[in-house]
């Protein structure tokens, strides 16, 4: 059995340091207050943090909450899914050099409780936080750049895949806000009621442009999100399972340590969660997708966004029929540039793993023609 190595006083990239104090009381709570020695570090800087913010929390909840809830979201959201490490970061950076797209930012889903109001106080301290890339890549971090809004959502609810990072010792449970199977009818509906006033937050704050939104949690929320969003529109990723699997695996290694305020059970016995969980997700999508109307989903290779990336986002804007392409392309173009600097981690993959992670995703594999 292989352990994780964990260093507890590395809280720079701990995501509950920007939890409402509620919400952390919430959760610590739901894991009877359960914190091991490595997390007390990271539990104590998240608390500090949610106290000296909890004061603007609450004037931002009482001077914005009834014009969040009155907000309409006209225009409908466009979801990027597909599992964590198939070019979900990529695609959603690119449609998001479409001026006409709106999407949550890191700052906004480190602080979610107070972005309205004091956002020119506050964000200078998350920026100054936070680390100059990602920890599993060389993806770089800004407070302004596009984010997965599931951070968001986890440091105002306890639904969150991510606190199963944070909370091993409940990790089931909290994976199970992915694909939804055994969670009761009143969390479901707790989950979509945070999730729409979240959604509603950013729209406002965006004054009511159309949201581009990536989460690979989503993935196996496509029937929720429909009741939600009837005519959503949905970009699904998919890249080759057998590096999808040595990617997660060493996203895993690389950022989950840096979020535990738990020990975490053995690097074997997360990778099985990890199998599980990505057959689940995708079993979950496979069921669904097919409630998505006619139209509003294109399925993209990983491989072929990696080679194509103009020619691909361009084909979306069309496919969804989606405005803003050409106004925006040069934009596009130079960011597609700036990308071609970064070094990709390389794996190797020998046939004995081959056959390994075969026999994990066969379904995905075949279905592919990996």
């Known amino acids: 059995m292989t352990e994780f190595k964990i260093n507890p006083l590395d809280v720079s990239f701990e995501p509950l340091s920007g939890s409402t104090l509620i919400n952390l009381l919430r959760l610590l709570a739901q894991n009877k207050f359960k914190v091991g020695i490595i997390g007390i570090p990271r539990m104590l800087y998240s608390i500090v943090l949610s106290l000296l913010f909890s004061p603007l929390s609450f004037y931002e909840k009482i001077t914005c909450n ?6 309409k979201i006209d225009k409908p959201p466009i979801f990027i899914i597909g599992h964590w490490r198939s070019g979900t970061t990529y695609i959603h950076n690119l449609m998001a050099q479409n001026t006409n797209f709106a999407y949550p930012t890191t700052f906004q889903t480190l602080t979610p409780g107070l972005f309205l109001k004091f956002e020119k106080q506050i964000k200078p301290i998350v920026t100054a936080s936070l680390p100059p890339t990602r920890p599993q890549d060389c993806i770089v971090l800004g407070a302004d750049l596009p984010q997965e809004e599931e951070y968001g959502i986890g440091n105002i609810s306890p639904y969150s895949f991510y606190h199963g990072w944070c909370f091993p010792k409940n990790r089931d449970f909290y994976y199970s806000f992915v694909h939804m199977n055994g969670v009761d009818t009143n969390r479901i509906n707790d989950w979509k009621k945070t999730y729409l006033f979240y959604l509603k937050k950013v729209t406002l704050y965006n004054n009511g442009k159309q949201l581009v ?14 009741e939600l969003f009837p005519d959503a529109k949905f970009i699904h990723i998919y890249r ?17 340590t840096l979020y535990c305020v738990q020990k975490p059970a053995d690097q074997e016995n997360f990778e099985i969660a990890m199998v599980e969980m990505y057959n689940r997700m995708y079993e979950k999508y496979f069921e669904e997708k097919k409630l998505i ?7 993209v290779r990983y491989e072929d966004l990696k080679e194509k990336p103009y020619e691909v986002i361009k084909k ?3 496919e969804l029929n989606l405005h803003g392409f050409e ?5 596009l173009k130079s960011y597609i540039k700036t990308q071609l600097k970064i ?14 992670i075969y026999v994990y995703f066969k379904k995905t594999i075949d279905l592919w023609k990996y």
């Open 66 to 71: 009834k014009k969040i809830k009155n907000t």
């Open 213 to 226: 939104l990536k989460n690979p949690s989503n993935t196996g929320r496509v029937k929720l999100l429909l």
């Open 240 to 256: 080759d399972p057998y590096y999808t699997y040595l990617s997660m695996k060493r996203n895993i290694e690389k950022e989950m």
């Open 293 to 299: 109307p006619k139209g509003n989903l294109v399925e």
């Open 316 to 318: 979306i804007h069309q």
């Open 327 to 331: 106004k925006n392309q040069e934009k």
């Open 343 to 356: 070094n990709t981690y390389n794996y190797t993959l020998d046939e004995k793993q081959k056959n390994k």
